[in-house]
């Protein structure tokens, strides 16, 4: 297990290494950087600036540089002394304080729409294998179906319509427009619990139908193994004999997402968050691409990457520790 | 290959009506078979009629769709849908018609609001003359399928964009774009993943290791900031065909890790079969034993993984355009259609630009249930 957990490691750190250094490429990739974005933003005010202007910012963001040497400083700042850079977009200020002032939002939906995905999701997948070809079977299967051919965002901008159509509000945002600079109270908490339980909703969704799939799948597999009928053939009582050990097989998923709630901290269901306007780290990733915010983006793009591959080891870590023979693959490669 | 050890050596004298079921079966290639059992699944037939039917429209876009898609009336814009009715009392018979539009100003806001006048008809037909095109660039012609019968009268179906064109031939047009995305793009991760799913389980030992680490590698890099960043990495002045394959490379190098992984999954099962280390035994090459007898015993699996694979990227392609960093307005896809009901006061005068929205999820479904269909039926020899 000790030689296994330090080979996975090793192989991190090269993975992560790699990552830093493709996502910093591809950053670059576009022509012109952020200086141009200024620049044409400027045009487009009808200002001009002149050369020596351009350049000296140029210099101040170190951009005249070459790639490896930007990617040097980059890198070896935030290895060294755990800074990100700044964002060039947001009067450089630090790239880690933009994002912390995010996480906390974010945090909380993705925890949130994980625990509603678990809570709906296993139910329904046992009872729907255990109950293969009832009508409960088959509405559950047009609902996983359905979640997942609808794309989110056209679900949330359907709700948001709605909302406005029928109660006459609408549902994006955090707030509402009384409560958006008052002071926190009871009020404003639960305003804000009114405003986010349709975004865990529609991000739910998807999550849940696949889940629901894959669990029905798993449990159809185990259900009809020898060793369940062993079981009731020696007499041991239904309920006994499912939650034992097929449903107990049919949860490896739940321990194979559990990694992803890393990353997702971070990530801030970007796509929904845009549509419904929620200050999660999402909106603020898109902006760092559309303005070629190298740092910021590169720092996401990184964070997000290590999150990812933690995440990754937690869920296998998980798995091994939930299913013997997982564990005894490990130990013995 | 397989059909080979199913077919009986010699046809049976008296049928036995016993085995007569079996003994069709095992006279019966494994794709007949694969048909037998996927006819079965009512849900994956009729997603299949549904998918086939979507690809004639991409075939056939110019004539089914009532105008090009550069047909506008800035007069017209936000005009609400109109429904077909039928009269009957019409004195050559039968005859088709939709209400015509009545245009009034807000009188607080200025803004023109349409709505439906029912004293006003405008005439449909079969086969009206419309606006010239060019079927498959070659054939010029200018009738279309079903519209207005007049060609200065304006028909709106599903109602008109904000430039006052008309949403339903504009989604018929974006079928074009935004169905062949989706097979493109598989076609070529499905070629990326079975050369290095291939290699990989096939070989094993270092190349194995080598390509593990790559699909672990990209894995690692969250997709929706590479995703941007790719895309914000297209030059913006690349046309739109140009643009059309950039995201289309985008997708496929994106997706051909997961069907990399499954093809690997399924050498590595098979390496270990009978018929295998017969072949091997006999002597076969590993080329003859890749291509003869592994690559046949597994395309139903890949098939199946294929179907499954076509959804994701239509979708992909959907919300990449639907945020601005896919294809771009002229290019028409069902994306770029959803971008203009990114606003909800938009929505709220014109709730019917969400339509496209529909057909993504029509087809996305129907694709759905055919890989679905095609995943039960992938091995016809499992009870």
Redesign the interface.
Known sequence: MLSFLSRRVM?MV???W??SL??FF??S???GDYVSTLQAEAESRGEMMSDSQLSALRSRYGLDQSFLAQYWKWISNIVFHGDFGQAFAWNSRPVSDLIWDRVGLSFFLSVSTLLFIWAIAFPIGIFSAVRQYSPGDYLATFFG??G????E??LA??F??AG??FFGT?P?GLFSPEYQDAAWNLGKVLDMGAHLWLPIVIIGLSGTAGLIRITRANLLDELYKPYVVAARARGMPEWKLLLKYPVRMSMSPFFSTVGWLL?GLI?GE??IS??MSLPTTGPL??SG??N?DMYL?GS??LI??TL??IG?LISDLALAWWDPRIRHRYEGG | MLTRNHKPAAPPAEADPELEFDAAAARSSPWRLVWRKFRKHKLAVAGAVVVLLAYVVVVFAEFLAPTSTSTSDSTLTYAPPQMVKVDLSWSDGLQMYVNGYRTERDPETFEQIHTLDPDLRVPLRFLPRGDSYEMWGIIPWDRHLFGAAHAKDKVFLLGSDRQGRDLLSLIIQGSRVSLSIGLIGVAVSFLLGLLFGGVSGYYGGAPDTLIQRVIEFLMAIPTLPLWLSLSAAVPADWGPMMRYFAITTILSVLGWTGLARVVRGRFLSLREEDFVTAARLDGCGRIRIIFRHMVPSMSSHVIASLTMAVPAMILGETAMSFLGLGLQSPAVSWGVLLQEAQNVRTLETAPWLLIPGVAVFVTVLAMNFVGDGLRDSADPYKQ
């Open positions: 192989w090269v993975t992560l790699a990552v493709a996502s591809i950053i990739l576009p022509p179906f359905f997942m051919a609808v794309p965002f056209l901008l359907v948001m319509w406005m159509r609408s994006g990353p990530s970007t796509i845009i549509v990733l898109l691409v559309e070629q983006v996401f793009v997000l990457s990812t591959v990754t």
